[in-house]
């Protein structure tokens, strides 16, 4: 059913945006894969130097059996040692107006499937949160990480207020702290 309704005349298009570092591209291209193998259309933005990586490392028969399309916008830096240095603070500078142009260019090219969702990975949510909005999209973050890392982030404000935690993140009591039942208690080393 849901692949019948990705195949009609306008079907949804996703945009899918990893953070460009180690281990944040393949969890977000695992879920787009099976986006695409449902019959919807994912574009899936790379940084440059992390998009000519990936495709040295595909191989010819990846290429011919990959269903997701594959592009690259510019990180603003020219190095290694510059995305060291600056990854976060050029991605600001640089990913909302390159984002903007590669959707703007992509719903041009494709009227009858113009992009409708950015899936974009947790860290770039605060660089990018209006341009699917502007665009007329809907933005959904991507978390790979385990939902304790969520329910740790998401409590830090409960953890300050309560004394457990102080303003830089360091434990002020000697005690377990625990989040949940269901997740391990933890104490600062």
């Not at 690259?72 to 020219?78: F, K, V």
């Not at 113009?114 to 990975?121: E, F, T, W």
Request: with cysteine; charged share 25%; aromatic share 4%.
């Amino acid at each position: 059913m849901e692949h019948q309704l990705a195949s009609q005349e306008s079907r949804p298009h996703v945009l899918a945006v990893p953070f460009p570092a180690q281990g944040h591209v393949m969890p977000l291209m695992k879920l787009c894969q099976k986006i695409a193998n449902r019959g919807i259309k994912v574009t899936f933005v790379n940084a440059e130097h992390i998009h000519a990586k990936l495709l040295v490392a595909m191989s010819d028969e990846d290429k011919k059996q990959h269903c997701i399309e594959l592009t690259s916008i510019p990180d603003g830096l020219q190095t290694e040692e510059d995305r060291k240095k600056g990854l976060v603070e050029s991605l600001r500078r640089t990913y909302p107006r390159n984002l903007t142009r590669l959707i703007e260019k992509i719903n041009f090219e494709n009227s009858d499937e113009k992009i409708s969702c950015v899936i974009a990975d947790t860290p770039l949510i605060g660089l990018i949160h209006d341009v699917p909005q502007k665009m007329g999209a809907e933005l959904v973050a991507f978390q790979f990480g385990a939902a304790a890392d969520i329910a740790l982030v998401l409590q830090i404000p409960k953890l300050i207020q309560d004394g457990s935690l102080d303003t830089n993140g360091f434990a002020m009591k000697s005690d377990l702290i625990s989040l949940s039942n269901e997740i391990p208690e933890w104490r600062r080393k």
